[in-house]
């Protein structure tokens, strides 16, 4: 029964999930949708992270050119979603592949560096191919998605939340197998001893050209999903806050642990963009505070913190 007791919890709460937009307001599902995207760029972030011991500075760059892939095949050629999606996944992907063949031959602080400069490179060039990314003032006009080749666009936000929920769940499974799998198995120990697994054998370029490029493959496609509930992108969503949110993130949901980052990214854009705003703009300072008891108080984050032995020994404190 305890074995069973993880995969009822997931369908309970993607049930709920899915029956927010039948209970509360379209706002609660505005704003679920963008943490369902954070929450899907935060996944494929653990995944080189956590699981490979791959830390990005720069992940907001397959995230961006998801986005605008997604916007300007919904706005230039068809709206409807799935196409937008698949075209978002290709580039993405293909990006991280063409970009990793350099990247993942470094290592540590080398390789966290050649991603934030990598990923800096591609938010200015955004900023000034004002021709194709609109520029500082960023792609606007992007039309609703559709649901069904030349159908009716999408204008209910229950409705565009249901996508979103849908490819989340689906890019997190694909996240989820990737771990599970013998590629995971291989990844983490490609973490724990990357020497050891090149002495075994394995060919750590190929093992972490090959993550990375799954990594980007998702996170373009939350790129997508950005696109498709905002209807607007610009070099914003491609410069360093983007980065270092996802892995704040990850920091704070548990590294290691994907359902982890999806709390990480439910707990930093409520506080940003919810709970900040109703404090004067003061979100950053809030995060910057969430983030600092995090790490003295659960230095494993939310899903590596054993709770249940965390709440007995301060039971056992306080009766002592």
């Known amino acids: 029964m305890?074995?069973?007791l993880p995969a009822l919890l997931a369908v309970i709460v993607v049930l709920l999930l899915a029956a927010v937009p039948l209970i509360f307001p379209a706002d609660t599902a505005n704003t679920l949708s963008r943490v369902l995207a954070l929450a899907l760029l935060a996944v494929s972030l653990d995944l080189l992270v956590g699981v490979s011991g791959m830390p990005s500075l720069g992940h907001a760059a397959p995230f961006g050119v998801g986005a605008y892939t997604a916007a300007l095949v919904a706005r230039d050629i068809d709206a409807f979603a799935p196409v937008?999606?698949?075209a978002a996944v290709v580039t993405g992907g293909v990006f991280?592949?063409?970009t990793g063949v350099l990247m993942v031959r470094t290592k540590g602080t080398y390789f966290l560096m050649l991603t934030l400069a990598i990923a800096e490179l591609v938010h200015v060039l955004a900023q000034r191919w004002s021709g194709l990314t609109g520029g500082t003032n960023g792609l606007y006009g992007i039309p609703s998605i559709t649901l069904a080749p030349g159908g009716e666009p999408v204008t209910l936000a229950g409705v565009r939340y249901w996508w979103v929920l849908l490819v989340f769940l689906v890019g997190f499974a694909v996240v989820w197998w990737?771990?599970?799998s013998t590629l995971g198995r291989s990844l983490r120990g490609?973490?724990?001893n990357e020497e050891r697994m090149g002495s075994l054998g394995y060919s750590t370029f190929r093992l972490k050209l090959v993550v990375y490029g799954i990594a980007g493959?998702?996170?373009?496609?939350a790129g997508s999903l950005w696109v498709a509930q905002?209807?607007?992108v610009s070099p914003e969503d491609l410069a360093f806050e983007v980065s270092a949110m996802a892995l704040l993130a990850v920091v704070v949901g548990g590294r290691g642990r994907l359902w982890g980052a999806v709390l990480g990214a439910a707990l930093v854009t409520i506080v940003r963009d919810d709970i900040g705003a109703s404090l004067g703009g003061r979100g950053p300072l809030l995060l910057g505070l969430v983030f600092i008891a995090v790490v003295y108080l659960l230095p494993h984050g939310f899903a590596g913190t054993s709770w249940r032995r965390l709440l007995v020994r301060r039971f056992q404190e306080k009766k002592a």
């Open 2 to 4: 305890r074995d069973k």
């Open 190 to 192: 490609l973490r724990d």
């Open 84 to 86: 937008a999606l698949l």
């Open 217 to 221: 493959a998702v996170a373009g496609a």
């Open 96 to 98: 991280a592949l063409v």
């Open 178 to 180: 990737t771990s599970r």
């Open 230 to 232: 905002n209807r607007f």
